[in-house]
């Protein structure tokens, strides 16, 4: 392995390394709860939560335990 081929190895790794994990976060975005894909079955999934899921991935200060539906049930 010549010095240029080998400073290339690692290079591809984190180039690999961060479109994976890229593709795996839009996966997640994609799969959400707030995320429709087929109108006609459910055109609104949001209104099927509870009103304490955490839509947040971390949320520091709210407890979403404690948090009690203000609206009406739809």
């Known amino acids: 392995i ?3 081929e080998a400073i290339l190895i690692p290079q591809f790794f984190f180039i690999c390394l961060g479109m994976g994990g890229a593709s795996i976060f ?3 975005l994609a799969r959400g709860p707030h995320v ?3 109108k006609t079955s459910n055109p609104e999934p ?3 939560l509870d ?3 955490q839509y947040k991935f971390v949320a ?4 979403y335990k ?3 539906k203000d609206g009406p049930e739809f």
């Open 36 to 38: 429709t894909w087929n």
């Open 2 to 4: 010549e010095i240029h």
């Open 60 to 63: 520091i200060t709210t407890d």
């Open 26 to 28: 839009l996966i997640r």
């Open 46 to 48: 949001w209104n099927k």
């Open 51 to 53: 009103p304490t899921y």
């Open 66 to 68: 404690n948090l009690k």
